[in-house]
């Protein structure tokens, strides 16, 4: 596969921008699923993630179904279900309705982690174990969605048996690759934000990848990464958009995270030298620039870590600058369009 047909896909968290409030995040974030669906984006992921007054997409199954509803032809899922929040068996009873009503245009991604503070995963969880039986819970979640073995069994998932809706596994460490390999996944690296191990999950993804356990349902290693991208006209301008993503990432780590804030002509002025070096190793994955910039860098990014697909994520404080610039980047990377 050449690097210009590497598929572009779209990570969104429906932030949230000061001056607006949730329900402009989540029609803003309709709008963008169906932008992407006319540009050629290949898929469109929602992250699961609680009490966090940045995002609005804790429940990603009313967000996958409700822009499947206004999408014609792009794949929507989840990246991913934080699957020790959940039962496999409600996790399979929404995701197979979500395939019941609308085809093989539904991925299921799963992650380990809660997506939260210890206190709200708390709340969360079905059990303090929950995280202990993870690799169980997605081979029981796999068989609930599986057209095999159902016949007979005591506990089956109406609607989602039969569906096989496709699973991925996303991680942001070893542990993640280790498990997508033994089970055969496709597999997501959260380098957008996680970037530290992203070579050696990467290798041990593929060095491990095994298609002979039950659950396979690929043949062979298909990896994916995230990465923090902002197109603009012009390299400065695209600089000075992204002041607002590394404002956010500048409040994850002093602990004072709030909604999306306007773009800043000198970052320094607000950010400790501490804080921008933890800003510029989170974000370290990024492609930000002009159409030709940013195209360049992710063309290195693919060539660095052999990914077959990039999932992208973009934080601007007004939406239209979100827009404009994953129409920007289709143009540059000469995405198909909806009849591609």
Not at 290 to 317: F, G, R
């Amino acid at each position: 596969m050449s690097l210009s047909q590497v598929p572009l896909s779209i990570l969104d968290l429906v932030p949230v921008a000061s001056g607006t409030d949730t329900n402009t995040a989540l029609n803003q974030s309709l709008e963008l699923a169906q932008l992407a669906d006319s540009l050629g984006y290949h898929r469109y992921w929602y992250a699961e993630h609680h009490n966090v007054v940045t995002f609005a997409s804790s429940a990603t199954s009313l967000l996958i179904g409700r822009a499947a509803e206004h999408t014609k032809r792009i794949r929507l899922g989840s990246g991913g279900v934080m699957l020790p929040n959940h039962s496999p068996l409600m996790v399979a009873e929404y995701y197979g309705t979500l395939a019941e009503m609308f085809g093989d245009r539904i991925d299921l991604g799963l992650g380990r982690a809660p997506g939260t503070d210890p206190v709200t995963a708390a709340a969360l969880r079905r059990g303090a174990a929950a995280t202990d039986t993870f690799v169980q819970d997605v081979v029981e979640l796999h068989r609930y969605l599986s057209s095999h073995d159902a016949e007979g069994a005591s506990v089956n998932a109406l609607p989602g048996r039969g569906t096989e809706v496709p699973l991925w596994m996303l991680g942001s460490s070893l542990d993640g690759a280790a498990v997508a390999a033994y089970l055969g996944l496709p597999y997501a690296f959260a380098s957008h934000f996680a970037p530290q191990m992203r070579h050696e999950a990467l290798a041990l993804y593929r060095s491990r990848f095994s298609a002979e356990f039950g659950i396979a349902e690929i043949k062979r290693p298909y990896a994916m990464a995230g990465v923090n991208v902002l197109v603009a006209p012009t390299d400065d301008e695209a600089r000075f958009l992204f002041t607002t993503a590394q404002q956010m990432a500048a409040g994850i780590y002093t602990g004072r995270r709030g909604p999306l804030q306007p773009p800043v002509k000198d970052l320094a002025a607000l950010i400790s030298p501490d804080v921008a070096r933890f800003v510029d190793d989170f974000q370290q994955v990024r492609a930000v620039g002009s159409p030709e910039t940013v195209v360049a860098e992710l063309e290195a990014i693919v060539a660095d870590l052999e990914v077959e697909e990039l999932i992208i994520t973009t934080y601007t404080h007004d939406p239209a600058h979100r827009s404009r610039s994953f129409a920007l980047l289709a143009e540059a990377w000469g995405l198909p369009g909806p009849a591609g």
